[in-house]
């Protein structure tokens, strides 16, 4: 049933809007979740634009029929040369919101992310060496690898190769195919994404990783195990997605080109269909695919487990290379990059942010030339299996060799989500809870401060300069004692719910949740309509991370992700509003995963009300059952 008024109606009951939970006066205060910077399109690192010249010489070195005009050519005859490549930051977060419609039933009782460790204070460059107490074996096959010299730098410095690796169990199969099927057996969702955040970083040890290469260095891993991704991403899922006929250029597919310091995007308008695709590819074009998650279902699993583990949105762009090319210029991004090679392989050089400013940037570099770069601290070739992780502000190339080409994917995180990130939510608020609380924040200024302050006046002594300084600190020290710190955090996790994947379910979980239960239409009408909830119905959330309580002006809500897209914020965030007395049962729920709970046991007042709350969460996706609430 629609809300009636902003509440949530059921035959004897509404769950209403009125706030009276936890500081309300607080979380009114903050500003919009979507007052915030853009965020790239669930992507990961990419080149970025600059007009110029094209793939003229790397297409001379590949013959074509004569008479036939590539893809490349007719695009060049139709764009001209003066574009620009459109640089792919995704479009600001809408400012309104759509509310999520709960449906109550009639006639009886019914309802409508932990963090990585933070890195310790600045140390010496960390280096995984042939020393550290890990399983490090030398590899058989030693590939080429160098460093930049520095005052620490041993002979071949930089990131060491980690070879080796758990091997998958036999019985689930090899590649995260089986991966994905042990990670399934696992009931708490955090321990899934602590699994294969641990998977990812094999052989080395997350907390390892945490304390020596998060936001500091570099890392490489060599397993010498080309099957180690199979079945995440490949050549022919590339190929399928493009005969799906969904692929559009531009908004899930750039074509790009890097040669003789030139950087250019190739996109024609409409649909990216095959034909044109693979021309372009011929004749030394790059191809980029964004959002894969939107065209791979393990893809969309892996990345909707993983986003658990870094409490931040984790995204991911493919990218395919033909041999002996380049893609995109040199560069860093504004996000912490993970480079799984899929197929074939890769010449990679990584440099150090070159001024203190690059360093963990809040946006990605433009197109830097080579001239600008210096010498690469990690330089090294990617082959299947492998994994090169660096942080943001980094700057990177890859190209081909000439012998082979490459598929890699690069899973991405940690965009916008820093201390100054957080401080921007947090501080206004602050501010406006301080002049609505504090009658010093609201005393006027001298009338003669303009006379003694300003740049103008910055080196002259005037001790009322001190004396306006002194009581500027002590107005901002005592800021903190009006920050809604938690307040801010909810709305934090309200935004990082609206980028998250929806979850992956199992079948399992799909057996024993609304996705599972047997109603259709047979015989003339619809059958097995009646969701049967009872007070000894057990029941537990589908996922950890799903949910998040929020208190804000016009209510407590409940935002949720299961009705999200796998398109980044293609829908708006879907929110639950709640009375308050129901907030006690949501964090009754919180606590108790993953153990199920019986309904009789949630702290709601009345049978009634139990019951209510938990069929509006059921249909909403958000709970899951013991066993199967029907049989088909």
Not at 269 to 294: E, H, K, T
Not at 492 to 513: G, I
Not at 564 to 579: C, Q
Request: glycine share 8%; net charge neutral.
């Amino acid at each position: 049933m629609p809300s009636q008024g902003g509440a949530v109606v059921t035959k004897d009951k509404t769950f209403c809007c009125t706030l009276h939970h936890r500081h309300p006066q607080r979380a009114s205060v903050l500003p919009p979740a979507d007052a915030r910077a853009p965020s790239r399109a669930r992507g990961a690192p990419g080149g970025s634009g600059a007009a110029g010249r094209g793939v003229a010489a790397m297409a001379a070195e590949r013959p074509r029929e004569l008479g036939r005009l590539s893809a490349v050519a007719v695009y060049r005859r139709m764009a001209g040369a003066g574009r620009m490549e459109r640089r792919r930051r995704g479009a600001p977060l809408p400012a309104g919101r759509k509310r999520a419609k709960a449906r109550l039933r009639r006639g009886r009782a019914g309802g409508g992310g932990s963090e990585p460790e933070a890195p310790p204070p600045a140390a010496a460059p960390s280096r995984v060496e042939p020393h550290m107490e890990l399983p490090v074996e030398p590899p058989a096959n030693p590939r080429p690898e160098s460093a930049a010299a520095g005052p620490d730098a041993r002979p071949q410095g930089g990131p060491k190769a980690m070879p080796g690796g758990p091997r998958p169990a036999a019985e689930d199969g090899g590649g995260v195919s089986g991966l994905l099927r042990r990670l399934a057996r696992l009931e708490d969702s955090r321990q899934r994404a602590a699994e294969l955040f641990r998977w990812l970083l094999a052989p080395v040890a997350p907390a390892e990783f945490l304390r020596r290469h998060w936001e500091r260095e570099p890392l490489l891993v060599r397993r010498g195990n080309p099957g180690y991704y199979a079945g995440l991403f490949s050549t022919a899922d590339f190929d399928a997605a493009l005969r799906g006929g969904e692929v559009h250029f531009g908004t899930h597919l750039d074509v790009t080109s890097y040669a003789e310091g030139v950087r250019e995007t190739h996109n024609p308008c409409g649909r990216a269909l095959p034909p044109v695709v693979w021309d372009f590819y011929q004749n030394g074009c790059s191809l980029r695919l964004l959002c894969p998650q939107a065209f791979s279902s393990t893809v969309w699993d892996f990345l909707s487990i993983l986003q658990e583990q870094f409490g931040s949105m984790a995204g991911a762009n493919t990218y395919l290379t033909p041999p002996g090319t380049q893609g995109f210029a040199p560069h860093y991004d504004d996000i912490e990059a993970f480079v799984l090679q899929l197929e074939g392989k890769k010449h990679w050089r990584v440099y150090r942010p070159r001024t203190d400013a690059e360093m963990l940037p809040q946006f990605s570099s433009a197109n830097l030339t080579q001239a600008e770069l210096g010498e690469p601290v990690l330089e090294t070739v990617l082959e299947a299996g492998d994994l090169l992780y660096f942080p943001r502000g980094f700057i990177h190339q890859g190209d081909c060799l000439p012998d082979a080409h490459s598929l890699h994917i690069t899973v991405s995180s940690y965009q916008r989500n820093s201390w100054g990130d957080f401080l921007e939510k947090l501080l206004p608020a602050a501010l406006q809870m301080a002049l609505e609380e504090d009658v010093e924040y609201r005393r006027g200024l001298p009338m003669d401060y303009l006379q003694y302050m300003g740049v103008a006046n910055s080196d002259a002594v005037d001790a009322r300069r001190t004396a306006f300084v002194e009581k500027l600190q002590s107005l901002i020290k005592k800021l903190i004692d009006y920050a809604p710190i938690d307040a801010a955090v909810d709305q934090r996790a309200k935004s990082f719910l609206h980028d998250c994947l929806p979850p992956v379910l199992t079948q399992s979980e799909k057996a024993q949740s609304v996705y599972g239960f047997p109603a259709r239409w047979q015989d003339g009408g619809p059958c097995n309509v009646d969701i049967l909830i009872t007070k000894d119905t057990e029941v537990r959330l589908l996922r950890h991370g799903i949910i998040r309580l929020c208190n804000e002006e016009a209510g407590v809500m409940l935002y949720y992700t299961t009705e999200n897209s796998r398109v980044y914020h293609k829908e708006e965030p879907k929110f639950l509003e709640l009375d308050p007395e129901y907030t006690e049962s949501i964090e009754f729920l919180l606590s108790s995963y993953p153990n199920h709970v019986s309904v009789d046991n949630l702290p709601c007042e009345t049978l009634e009300e139990k019951i209510s709350l938990t069929t509006l969460l059921f249909e909403k996706g958000i709970l899951t059952t013991k066993k199967p609430l029907a049989q088909v």
